[in-house]
């Protein structure tokens, strides 16, 4: 992986840290983990990954979830740090 610029934070999904807390709530069976990669690889964090321009600059970042070839997803306004805005609901658009 690149080394991180100055300011920069890396966040990685890892089924090692998710695995468990599936298995501990029921949701999955060890047995079903088995096979399971430890980490997500980096070839699939690049396909979901999307960049958005912020007021502090570039973001990359996991992208929407659902693709759906009718209503391709997106967010209207972009990622802000804590305390940008101010505490409102923005204004509808339209």
Request: hydrophobic fraction near 35%.
């Amino acid at each position: 992986m690149p080394a991180l610029l100055p300011g920069e934070q890396r966040s990685l999904p890892s089924v090692h840290v998710a695995g468990p807390v599936l298995v501990d709530r029921g949701e999955v069976s060890t047995a079903a983990l088995k096979d399971v990669a430890k980490e997500i690889p980096q070839a699939d964090i690049d396909r979901w990954s999307v960049e958005s321009d912020t007021p502090v600059g570039r973001l990359r970042h996991l992208g929407p979830t659902a693709r759906l070839s009718e209503t391709p997803p997106y967010w209207a306004r972009p990622s802000v740090p804590l305390g940008y805005n101010e505490p409102a609901w923005p204004a509808r658009a339209g």
